[in-house]
């Protein structure tokens, strides 16, 4: 396993099962969605009744990814320029998240407009990231205001780091994550362990409650950046195999609404989620895994519009076909929400993208990046400068 010096190259580099990761995760979102579809119709079948118990840990998944891709773009910039541009972080996250999300909030109105009954609210807790906390229009953008709340954190928090230590950056992470992983599990307790309702809105959508996921991601890419031989260590470490069963286990014995599952079950989950993400940075894996790998990574690159783009396929786009078989149905949801949200990134997404990069690159004192530095972007590379 090759894992990086203390001063990076300018060239990132592209992890294809960090790719595969991202798709792995938005077929889990899919596939619980897609069989809430069909349980509103009939009885679904038994397959599809275990991916909607265990479908909705792919946020989870994502929110590790995205921990370890967005700090690892911190961490970097560091390395290679000994400082952090917190405006160009949030000036570049901003152009990657928005673009899609309000043109979708715009698309969504236009289609309401003959009877429009939209609450003002919920348009404005769309607007502002209020999702974790306030009923939204769309419902699964709670999970984007987590991640935004976490974008507008991290670099004021590592900076606060480099103030009291510069000899050895940020090493204080690891007090950070223990501190914000015991904060999010006693909040989650103190919320929801009383509460097994099927409104799981307040006990499992809070950020507070779901960024210690995040800030394991985190950890990891610290540890990455910055103590290859503790990540490598993680990486190889065999017990991690029993964490990501255990976190398996979970998933399939607790609903979402136990209040086992959504205490301390969220942070086996997360640690299973890391535990997979660690292995898949460290190793390539045997030949079947690779081509399979690619395959799901040609669909992974695109898994931020197909997550944004797949309730409105559902509810707007997949009605006017009037199909009645459940399987069919199940499976041109799946499949569908796929392919809709694919076109959606190459018209809106990834143009912004290539746009962003020429009026904002991601050092400003380098040259302007590429198109493909754009698509790398939405997919799982490797923690670099060009990657963000």
Known sequence: MTLPKSRTSRK?????????????????VLARHAGQTVALMGTPAPYTRYFMRVGWAGVDVFFVLSGFLVSGLLFAAYQQRGRIDVSRFYIRRGLKIWPALYTLIA???????????????????????????????????WSLAVEEHFYLILPILLL????????RPFAAVPYVFAGVALFSLTCRFAAGWRDESQNVWHYLFPTHLRIDGLMFGVLLSYY????????????????????????????????VENRNMHT?????IY????????KAVAFEGPGWVRLVGGWLAAVGVYSYSIYLWQIFFLWRVLPHFHIKSLVLLYWSFFIG??????????????????????VFPSDPAGPTASGADSIAE??????????D
């Open 12 to 28: 990132f580099s592209r992890n294809v099962n960090l790719d595969a990761l991202r798709a792995i995760a938005v077929f889990m």
């Open 224 to 255: 990455y950046r910055y103590r290859p031989d503790v990540f490598k260590r993680f990486a190889s470490w065999g017990g991690g195999w029993f964490v990501m069963g255990a976190a398996i286990g979970a998933l399939s014995i607790f609903p």
């Open 107 to 141: 698309v969504g109105l236009l289609v309401e407009l003959p009877g429009l009954h939209v609450p003002l609210r919920r348009l404005l807790v769309e607007l502002f990231f209020m999702q974790s906390y306030f009923r939204s229009i769309w419902g699964i953008t």
């Open 271 to 278: 640690l299973g989620a890391g535990c997979l993400v660690a």
């Open 160 to 167: 606060v780091m480099l103030r009291f230590n510069r000899v």
């Open 264 to 268: 301390w079950g969220l942070t086996l």
């Open 337 to 358: 929400a796929i392919l809709f949200g694919i076109a959606a990134a190459k018209v809106i997404e990834i143009p912004m993208l290539r746009l962003r990069d020429r």
């Open 378 to 387: 939405a997919s799982g590379t490797l923690p670099g400068a060009a990657a």
